[in-house]
Each structure stands twice: as C-alpha cells, then as structure tokens.
C-alpha cells in the first residue's frame, strides 16, 4: 500500500520560513515527478511546485517564484519545499502527489498519489 505523509508544516509570522517534507513508502517514486499544491478555505487546489524524476527541471507557481525551492532525494524517496518570506495569502493545507509522468505538471488530474497534507498557518 503507497503512503505519502507529509510534515513541517505549522504557525508562522509574515517574513519565516518553513520547510515542508514528504516521505513515500510502498513504491518508489524516482521515475516519476512530484509536486505540491495547496488548498486554503473554499478555494480550488492550486499548483505550487513540481520537479521532474531526475531534479532537474523545476516549476513553480507565480505566486511562490523566488520564494519557494522544490528538492528531492530519490535515494530516500522524498520530495521537500523550501518556504521563505512567507506571505498570509500562503496559507493553506499544503499536499505533496506524485505524477503520472516522469515530467512536472501543473494539473492535479495528471497526479495520482496524494498525501493527507500539513496545515500552513502565516500570521500577518
């Protein structure tokens, strides 16, 4: 059975950081991307962040570009998200999935394991 858990997340103020983390076990995950989105009270799930199999190509939302660094480590089959000068339009539960593809996309359809997600809380 696939488990994706995230962690990391919490109550900050208006300039911290946090760093978010996803652990997956049951299958590894290397030949495939993976990704973050979140979700905030009534509003859809957003893209935030996806890197491609290998690392090596990043893409990011508008919203978080110079803000936040996606990473991962294969040998350890986690992905991460680097957040700084965090902002209270970024609150929101935030969910790692992996895609179908071994290429980031921004559409949630095109990934198909999801994790229970971590609260982020930023205070102003």
């Known amino acids: 059975q696939v488990h994706m858990v995230e962690s990391g997340g919490g109550l900050v103020q208006a300039g911290g950081s946090l760093r978010l983390s996803c652990a997956a076990s049951g299958r590894t995950f290397r030949n495939n991307a993976m990704g973050w989105f979140r979700q905030a009270p009534g509003k859809e799930r957003d893209f935030v962040a996806g890197?491609?199999?290998?690392?090596?190509?990043?893409q990011y939302a508008d919203s978080v570009k110079g803000r936040f660094t996606i990473s991962r480590d294969n040998a350890k089959n986690s992905v991460y998200l680097q957040m700084d000068s965090l902002k209270p339009e970024d609150t929101a539960v935030y969910y790692c999935?992996?895609?179908?593809?071994?290429?980031?996309?921004?559409?949630?359809?095109?990934?198909?394991?999801w994790g229970q997600g971590t609260q982020v809380t930023v205070s102003s």
């Open positions: 890197v491609s199999w290998n690392g090596g190509i990043l």
């Open positions: 999935a992996s895609a179908r593809s071994p290429w980031p996309t921004q559409n949630y359809q095109d990934h198909d394991y």
